[in-house]
């Protein structure tokens, strides 16, 4: 058995019906060949001038053959004298084999002594994780009541088997695993993702991004084998596959923090996302997702809502105003005509001061004290954030964008994370872990693989990130992240409720982001169209805390 480079199934009844009309002229070259000009060349005789037996046992061949190429066994077994056991090895080949097409040529035929018809072949397959394969067969057809018929046996399906057996594929199992920080298989399926298991190619996750690494290179993983029928036992190996075994991908993901974040989701029942990182090094200790799939963890592109409001709070900061400064919050704020209010229409005591607007979430504060930033001051801020650069994180990512405002209102509403303002998961984890470290470090997934880390091209001011520190303490103490209250380790957060689409009222997605005092630990919790960041995502915060101790 050779390889040969044979085209996508597509076309091949269209060089079928062309092979056909072949039959009637002079003499023709028919070439089955792939983009590399490897191919196989048959030179067919002038058929008028054959004997017409063999013209016509041609063509009933023709019709198993085209039925055989379309993967209709029961088809092709009708053209035989054995069709029950045609069909069930047709059947059996075509399915153990899963050709994604097929190209079977006869040769010149000739006429027996008998009264036969002796008609050499060559079947060629493309056969997802074998490649290109072919090999050269014979039939013979006799004619009963007038009509031709192929003598069906074993050996006329490929010349190496006999009768009981089929041939079928061996994969070699040589792909390495997706591990944790610990070296031990990671079972997060969404990061991981899926190999394809006909081609054993990575299709997803990070089983598709680091495929040649894993499968130990490009070429065929698979051997076509001839097996028992009855034992499924190999007998004879008929392409060989060169044993090149894959390298394994370490990535950060800490398995005790990973199965917290995966616990906390168990029962929610929206579409959600936990994201840990370490602040230190950025490092993502934890990306869950429910249900699997997407891995809105790290490339969700979401309105972040208020959790947004952690980088409008350093703008302001930076623009000289205090934590202790007085914030007022009324019911609505009106910018250009348009309304914002609070949720639940709630407003603070005349003594409010930023942090307690900060810490209780008051949008009407946000979006009047928006007037106070410059068109690009948001953008700028963000950039200390590390918002709206390429990471390099070892794994696909979206990375945020905070645009420039076009006009208040789009400063308003961005000031409170909507209108244009987009974010993962990972990003607003990234901005938790970036106020405790006091700088920002770009998350990594697969230290290996990042071959430059991305950079800030701004510094948050070492008092800002003292503020903000206090602030999102505040928050958990005296705000709207009491569900945290309780817990151990003085968790900072800063809650977020983030509208969508077009209803009236809105849909809301509900955020948490925040980072434990007392350890290297920063988080987000993302519930799409999950209502309130305090009462909803709050409580799943608060379980995946606990559930790491």
């Known amino acids: 058995m050779t390889y ?35 191919g196989y060349h048959f030179l067919l005789a002038d058929r008028g001038a054959q004997d017409p037996q063999v013209v016509a046992a041609t063509a009933r061949f023709e019709r198993f053959a085209g039925a055989w190429e379309d993967g209709e066994a029961r088809k092709a077994a009708a053209y035989t004298d054995s069709p029950d056991a045609a069909r069930s090895l047709l059947t059996s080949v075509l399915t153990n084999l899963a050709p994604s097409a097929t190209e079977v040529t006869p040769g010149d035929g000739a006429k027996e002594r008998d009264g036969e018809v002796r008609l050499p072949f060559t079947v060629a397959m493309r056969i997802p ?25 074993t050996p006329m399906v490929h010349p190496k088997m006999k009768a009981g057996q089929t041939l079928a594929l061996k994969s070699r199992n040589t792909r390495a695993k997706v591990l944790d920080k610990d070296g031990d298989p990671l079972a997060a399926a969404s990061l991981v993702g ?30 076509v084998v001839i097996v028992d029928r009855a034992s499924g036992q190999p007998v004879k190996t008929l392409t060989a596959v060169k044993a090149t075994k894959g390298r394994p991908v370490r990535t950060t993901i800490d398995p005790r923090v990973q199965r917290a974040a995966a616990e906390a989701l168990s029962g929610v029942t929206k579409k959600a996302a936990i994201v840990a990182v370490d602040p230190r090094n950025g490092h993502v200790l934890a990306a869950a997702n429910k249900p699997g799939g997407l891995n809105r963890a790290l490339a969700g592109r979401y309105p972040p809502g208020s959790t947004f409001k952690v980088v409008t709070a350093a703008a302001l ?85 905070v645009p420039a405002a076009t ?25 938790a872990a970036t106020v405790k470290q006091g700088s920002f470090e770009q998350p990594v997934l697969v230290p290996e693989a990042v071959k430059k880390r991305y950079r800030a091209p701004e510094k948050l001011d070492a008092d800002v990130a003292d503020d903000l520190r206090k602030m999102m303490r505040a928050t958990v103490t005296s705000g709207s992240g009491h569900a945290l209250k309780d817990l151990p380790g003085a968790p900072h957060a800063k809650t977020g409720t983030a509208e969508f689409g077009t ?33 909803d995502a709050g409580p799943v915060a608060a379980r995946f805390l606990k559930k790491i101790g």
């Open 129 to 153: 994780g074998a490649g290109p394969v072919r090999w050269d067969a014979q039939a013979r057809l006799r004619q009963t009541s007038g009509r031709w018929t192929v003598e069906f046996t």
């Open 4 to 38: 040969l480079d044979l085209p996508a199934g597509p076309g091949r009844h269209d060089r079928r019906r062309s092979r056909r009309r072949l039959y009637g002229s002079a003499a023709a070259l028919l070439v089955l060949g792939g983009g590399v000009g490897v």
């Open 317 to 401: 900061l930076k623009g000289g105003l205090s934590p202790a400064d007085p914030a007022a919050c009324p019911k609505y704020a009106r910018v250009d005509g348009q309304r914002f209010e609070n949720q639940d229409l709630f407003t603070l005591p005349d003594d409010a001061t930023f942090q307690d607007a900060f810490a209780r979430s008051c949008n009407t504060f946000f979006v009047d004290a928006a007037g106070k930033l410059s068109d690009t001051s948001l953008r700028d801020t963000a950039r200390a954030f590390g918002i709206g650069g390429g990471w390099d994180v070892g794994i696909t990512t979206y990375d945020g964008s």
């Open 194 to 223: 899926t190999v394809d298991e006909a081609t054993g190619k990575g299709t997803s996750g990070l089983e598709a991004r680091y495929d040649a690494r894993l499968s130990g290179g490009k070429g065929p993983k698979k051997s």
């Open 407 to 431: 006009s208040a209102n789009d400063k308003a509403a961005a000031a409170i994370g909507q209108a244009r303002v987009q974010a993962s998961p990972l990003v607003m984890a990234s901005i």
């Open 503 to 535: 209803d009236n009222p809105p849909h809301t997605h509900a955020w948490m982001i925040g980072y434990q005092g007392g350890s290297d630990l920063a988080w987000a919790v993302f519930l799409e169209d999950g209502g309130s960041g305090g009462a």
